[in-house]
């Protein structure tokens, strides 16, 4: 039963920048920045965050040891400084095998995409104050947020009117530079941190409408990835 | 080449060679971090180092990228350098141009002064992180240093001071320590 929404011409969008510059103090200046900062910023950002919970992790292991965090803070300088040579050379490292680590650097990732949805919507409220149901808010994201992030549109939307909402993008723009030649699956989990930050994204987004949902994404091959959001009833 | 020249260059390169994105989702996204490392380590300190570290790993990736997108060759002294980091460097990436001022006598240190910056639109730091020393844009220290490195050149690069701890402008202090033997090791091809 699912109605399919193919996007639309990106009239939204416009309407965005002439909202934007309507909007006081910064009227005049719609900041740009090189798009390959952020591309140059986001494995380093995955890379600290998975750094950062190994310590954490690392620190509660000593504790439960009965050891002073911090006993091997030699050997964790090493470690680090191991991961940051690698990176150096290929940009995108290989992520450790620990399933429960990765886990904590999904939240930590998902929530600084949280943050980032909630700051976009913030800051594009002129727009979205006009948006009243979940489908519009949907909508909003399939086409001016996904804009905004990826210069381009979801390209295919599909619900079945129940709260589910399946977003795919066929050529999602962080992946199409991790063509790696280690193989499907290996590239895929590789590619996997960098899907929790949009979910993330959507998520805080939706969430500054009133509206609590779960999102998650899967990659059936790069650069695809299909993005689910399940709203979570308040009731 | 005259400041001038390394202007044009940067200018050039923004213009023709740049895909140029809406600023607000790397402004968000950095700010957004910056909350999770202050959550994560609960001390600002050990933030500021994380933050270097990041712009480190940065600017050793970059430095081949600002060659290729400029068509620059390696300075030949330490005021190009400076000149190419401000004009050329900081224009490709965000747009921005900082002054190359207060030079030591020996011309082995400088500062670069900015009075825009991009990071801290929309950012307002708690008087907590200010008190106990948050460089909120402590990634541009280790850019500069990590892309030095890969040119030859170690340096120490920090903050002297920032706008969002109330001054007028932002000062970033950069100190050659030495130049590295260029020599490749024998063991490396």
């Known amino acids: 039963m699912s109605g399919n929404n193919s996007t639309e011409s990106p009239t939204v969008a416009a309407r965005l920048f002439s909202a934007l510059s309507l909007d006081g103090k910064q009227a005049n200046e719609t900041r740009q920045v090189s798009g390959g900062t952020l591309e140059l910023l986001l494995p380093e950002l995955v890379n600290t965050l998975v750094s950062t919970a190994l310590e954490t992790k690392r620190a509660s292991e000593q504790i439960a040891l009965g050891q002073e965090p911090g006993d091997n803070k030699g050997n964790d300088g090493d470690h680090s400084d191991g991961g940051g040579q690698q990176l150096a050379t290929s940009g995108w490292t290989e992520l450790p095998e620990d399933n429960e680590l990765m886990e904590q650097v999904y939240v930590k990732l998902e929530m600084v995409g949280f943050r980032v949805g909630r700051r976009l919507a913030e800051r594009f409220s002129p727009l979205s104050r006009r948006l009243t149901d979940t489908l519009d808010v949907v909508k909003f994201v399939c086409k001016d947020v996904w804009m905004m992030l990826f210069n381009r549109q979801i390209d295919n939307l599909k619900t079945n009117h129940r709260g589910i909402y399946v977003l795919q993008d066929n050529k999602f723009k962080w992946f199409l530079r991790m063509s790696g030649n280690s193989g499907g699956a290996a590239a895929a989990r590789r590619a996997q941190p960098y899907i929790w930050l949009p979910c993330g994204i959507i998520r805080g987004v939706l969430d500054s409408f009133g509206i609590s949902t779960v999102v998650i994404a899967e990659t059936l091959g790069l650069p695809q990835c299909t993005f689910q959001i399940k709203v979570v009833s308040s009731e | ?189």
């Open chain 2, 1 to 189: 080449m005259s400041a001038k020249q390394y202007k044009t260059v940067g200018e050039e390169a923004w213009k023709n060679n740049v895909e140029k994105v809406n600023a607000e989702l790397f402004i968000f996204t950095y700010g957004s971090l910056v909350v999770q490392l202050v959550k994560d380590y609960e001390d600002y300190t050990a933030v500021n180092k994380q933050l270097d570290k990041m712009g480190y790993n940065i600017g050793v990736r970059l430095i081949d990228d600002v060659l290729a997108r400029t068509g620059l060759e390696k300075c030949a002294d330490f005021h190009s350098t400076a000149e190419v980091i401000s004009k050329v460097g900081f224009k490709v990436f965000l747009n921005i141009t900082p002054s190359v001022q207060n030079w030591s006598s020996d011309g082995k240190e400088f500062s670069l002064i900015i009075d825009d910056n991009p990071l801290n639109d929309f950012c307002e730091l708690p008087p907590r992180a200010v008190q106990d020393g948050l460089w909120y844009s402590n990634v541009f220290c280790g850019v500069i240093r990590g892309a030095l490195e890969m040119m030859q050149m170690q340096t120490e690069v920090y903050f002297v001071r920032d706008v969002l701890h109330g001054a007028d402008v932002s000062e970033i202090r950069v100190k050659l320590v030495k130049v590295l033997d260029e020599e490749v090791p024998a063991n490396d091809e």
